[in-house]
């Protein structure tokens, strides 16, 4: 076998076979506790693909509970204002694929959740979401197939949730300062990025 593995018999040869608790614990719906981590949960990232393109993962968040259960193999997440580029829905609207990785803060457990999506603008979805007066644009509902809870060791090895290894935000340039670089806005201040970015996550967040 050479040094890159490249198919699945690789991989099963090169690594040690799975506990059966590991492979027992997937469901094909959220129960009890599923339910009440997806309600305690105010942060989630979100992988899709399709076709043709590469995947993406994008970070969805909002007050616990956000994500709502509407029954043990239903899920809805709404679409609140963001940068437009659309790349989850348009993945969805193409293969309809979903995985979900639910975080709870200060929780190391992860929960996992993969099935099928769709995009609806149907008013009794966007309806049950009001924030400040206004609904989101959609809603994926997202049909369950597989949830079960994810082993802690990345966030232990990460310490993520550990006050002590936090980062001081001046570690790095500011967001304007680097989109300045990245967009080679020379003739735009920094200042002024960060000024607009501010108004944005304090007016346009729902």
């Given at each position: 076998m050479?040094?890159?593995?490249?198919?699945?018999a690789d991989l099963r040869e090169h690594?040690?076979?799975?506990?059966a608790g590991t492979i027992d614990k997937?469901?094909?719906?959220?129960e009890k506790h599923c339910a009440?981590?997806?309600?305690?949960?105010?942060?989630?990232?979100?992988?899709?693909?399709r076709d043709g393109a590469l995947p993406d993962v994008s970070p969805k968040g909002g007050e616990p509970g956000f994500v709502k259960v509407q029954d043990p193999k239903?899920?809805?997440?709404?679409d609140w204002p963001g940068n437009n580029r659309l790349d989850t829905l348009t993945n969805v609207v193409s293969s309809g694929s979903v995985g979900l990785l639910f975080f709870i803060p200060g929780i190391n457990d992860l929960l996992r959740v993969n099935g099928r999506a769709e995009v609806s603008v149907d008013p009794a979805h966007t309806g049950q979401f009001e924030m400040r007066g206004r609904n989101p644009r959609s809603v994926l509902v997202i049909h369950v197939e597989e949830a079960y809870l994810h082993c802690t060791k990345a966030l232990v090895?990460?310490?993520l949730w550990d006050v002590e290894k936090q980062v001081e935000r001046s570690v790095l340039p500011s967001t304007g300062e680097m989109y300045r670089d990245q967009l080679a806005l020379d003739g735009v201040p920094a200042e002024v990025i960060d000024q607009a970015l501010d108004e944005s996550e304090k007016n346009d967040i729902y």
């Open positions: 050479s040094n890159v593995l490249k198919s699945e690594y040690a076979t799975p506990m997937q469901l094909d719906h959220v009440s981590f997806i309600r305690l949960s105010p942060f989630v990232c979100i992988g899709t693909s239903t899920l809805l997440l709404p090895r990460s310490g």
